[in-house]
């Protein structure tokens, strides 16, 4: 795709701070073997806190939930930041993404144990990231600025 | 603007760095985490993982023996909640959970959690109560062995006793559970002792000071099992707490503090007056018992603990709950002075005991004060605190130890940041396998907090269902094995409830005799 100087480096700047945001968060959960997204779930709100907690209470299936989310986490931000598979990468965040939402909506009546940073109805920042991802979807840069330049290169190449 | 290099073939110089330009950010990245781990290395070599903790590991099994026949003497409302820990319920209320597990989760898990207690293979086979209405309650409640509501089978209702020395004498009961007005524990529990039955009594074990001496000497002479209602022995923080303080965790403990803090009519006693309670189905007589005689009074049925005439007060019925957790986490024993003031201050209702209580006992010996404060009309939550020089613990269901800024013990680990004064650095919720040694923000934030879960191998579990489970365990075992609240502890709850009563009267220092086993 093509884009101006200024719009190539908007999006690749949130490409980028995107990937970053994702790659930590998952290599901190990676590298801690003693964390667990078990309180996080517990304290959910909104009309799957049920299932949240259902996961929260059980073992096996919360130590699938943690990896997945830890790994996927990483894999994502890593994708994002070297710009390979960023269309995959961009989707499976926001499935990601909403479910944290899902499990911590921003409604009124629901208190969360955790404090909130801000004053949010229904749009808070989880859902501002989601609609971010969709919009490195939407204008892919990895062909311009990533390790799909030597893909695409060498399709072309083939071509 | 790259459209001219792709159509060139090949890989050009331009390809090279706008393929690779953001792979410095993994760099920054690394050093990131790199930074993070060495926190975590901080961390993992510090001496908070060299603990070797007690965690309480499940519920302990029913021990295997014959059916045991229960008589319940008092069938009122906690009568009928012990009842229901045993597993029996009025087929009537029953039907009341399920219409309203219908409507509402809450009740859903709480018929579910009934549904599923444990069967402790006891039959209740007689009751006495006062009060005609709580008899006919009981009966109903103990003929529902099937957990039934009112259109499922019941078994045949159990024999109703008019008196308590009838029920204990009757060969149809082998135990006796008490759950009675305090000033008549102790006058059933001996009947109930003389006749070999073993005995679980409802707390304060007794009323008066010279019966305390009484009953010990009866259970210890008769042999029976006695177990006092202190659930609160079964809390796994409280095991947990024992642990941590014999690994000393929060240094030398030199105050510690406990408190009632309750703000509506039923924690201040005030009790509903059933409308079907008069002179014909009350045996007013019986009620009375050792108390001092007063003409027929509704009020003084129902709301009984607000008189000293038939209640220990906030001390014996209140602060023993605080009592007896803090002597099973650290023996504290019987102290060896209390003082206590307090008064009448928001229920001008004619009570005699007071709604505020406040009493110090002093330990001289283990170097410590146990304060307890108490208030009828005040909900501000002041949990039980014990301070230690490096360390304090909170404790409820939950269990949160912080780390003292002028800690001995800590003082390299504070300096080093790895922990934060009034930070907390430990916790414990119940159903864990394991006590968090606690390290990121959002752990901190949680712990401090508390995530109040009373999870026992992932299922809520009623503290008195285990606290009579044990008491029926140590009695089929018959090997001399004794229950937690035994009447060792019991007599030490209530001698030091006593004193703290007697200071308030007697407006004086209470002292503990240890030779001669005197309050004086």
Redesign the interface.
């Known amino acids: 795709m ?4 200024t719009k ?1 480096f908007a999006l ?1 700047s949130l490409r ?1 701070v995107i ?2 945001h994702f ?2 968060e998952g ?2 959960k990676i ?2 073997p ?2 667990t997204s078990k ?2 779930l ?2 959910s709100g909104g009309f799957l806190k049920e299932i949240f907690g259902w996961i929260a ?1 059980n073992d096996a299936v919360l130590w699938v939930v943690d990896a997945m989310n830890a790994w996927g986490l990483m894999l994502i931000g890593f994708s994002l ?3 390979l598979f960023t269309n995959i990468s961009a989707i499976s965040g926001m499935i990601l993404l909403f479910f944290y939402y899902l499990s911590h909506p921003a409604l009124p009546g629901i208190e969360y ?3 909130v940073d801000g004053s949010y109805f229904i749009v808070n920042k989880t859902i501002v990231e989601l609609f971010a991802l969709f919009v490195i979807f939407a204008f892919p840069t990895s ?5 799909e ?2 893909y ?2 060498a399709k ?2 083939r071509a | 603007m790259n459209q001219d290099n792709n159509n060139k073939k090949g890989i050009s110089r331009r390809d090279l760095l706008a393929g690779l330009a953001s792979l410095p950010v993994l760099g920054v990245l690394g050093y990131g985490l790199h930074l993070q781990s060495q926190d975590r290395k901080k961390f993992n070599s510090s001496r908070l993982h060299n603990l070797n903790i007690q965690i309480p590991k499940g519920i302990p099994l029913l021990v295997d023996g014959p059916q045991l026949r229960l008589g319940i003497v008092g069938s009122g409302s906690r009568g009928r909640y012990i009842m229901k820990a045993l597993g029996f319920v009025n087929p009537a209320r029953i039907d009341e959970w399920t219409s309203n597990a219908s409507k509402d989760k809450y009740w859903k898990e709480y018929l579910n959690e009934f549904l599923s207690q444990k069967n402790l293979n006891v039959k209740v086979t007689a009751i006495c109560d006062v009060f005609d209405k709580n008899a006919g309650s009981g009966l109903a409640a103990a003929a529902n062995i099937h957990r039934n509501g009112s259109s499922g089978q019941m078994a045949d209702i159990p024999k109703r006793f008019l008196t308590y020395p009838e029920l204990c004498a009757s060969p149809e009961v082998d135990a006796v559970i008490i759950a009675t007005p305090d000033h008549l524990h102790v006058p059933i529990a001996i009947e109930a002792a003389k006749h070999g039955k073993h005995v679980y009594c409802e707390k304060p074990l007794s009323w008066t000071v010279e019966e305390t001496f009484e009953i010990r000497k009866v259970v210890k002479d008769t042999g029976i099992i006695f177990q006092l209602g202190h659930q609160g022995r079964q809390t796994e923080s409280y095991q947990v707490a024992r642990s941590l303080i014999n690994q000393d965790v929060i240094g030398k403990i030199s105050l510690i503090e406990v408190c009632t803090n309750r703000n509506d009519p039923n924690g201040a006693w005030v009790y509903d007056i059933d409308p079907e309670a008069n002179e014909n189905s009350i045996d007013w007589k019986q009620f009375i018992g050792p108390a001092p005689w007063h003409d027929f009074s509704p009020e003084r049925f129902f709301r009984w603990r607000c008189w000293w005439d038939y209640s220990t007060g906030l001390s014996g019925d209140l602060f023993t709950h605080e009592y007896d957790a803090l002597n099973q986490i650290l023996d504290l024993g019987i102290p060896h002075s209390a003082a206590a003031s307090g008064g009448i201050y928001f229920y001008k209702d004619g009570r005699t005991v007071p709604d505020v209580l406040n009493m110090a006992f002093e330990y001289p010996k283990r170097d410590l004060t146990l304060l307890y404060s108490a208030t009828l009309s005040s909900e501000k939550n002041r949990g039980k605190t014990i301070m230690g020089h490096d360390a304090w613990m909170e404790l409820d269901e939950t269990l949160t130890v912080y780390p003292d800024r002028s800690s001995t013990r800590y003082r390299k680990e504070i300096e080093q940041g790895f922990l934060e004064p009034g930070k907390p650095f430990y916790s414990y919720v119940p159903g864990q396998d394991k006590v968090d040694a606690i390290t990121t923000p959002t752990e901190k934030y949680f712990a401090g907090r508390g995530l109040l879960y009373t999870y026992r191998d992932g299922k809520t579990v009623d503290t008195t269902h285990l606290h009579l489970r044990e008491w029926l365990n140590c009695i089929r075992l018959n090997n001399g094995a004794q229950p937690s609240c035994n009447i060792d502890q019991a007599f030490e709850e209530a001698i030091t409830a006593h004193m703290g009563t007697i200071s308030y009267h007697e407006n004086r220092r209470t002292f503990w005799d240890e030779v001669n086993e005197k309050i004086i």
């Open positions: 093509e884009f101006s100087k190539l690749v980028l990937g970053w790659f930590y290599m901190v590298l801690n003693a964390w309180a996080y517990l304290d209470l930041l070297i710009g144990l955790f404090p062909q311009n600025i990533g390790l330049r030597f695409d290169k072309n190449t």
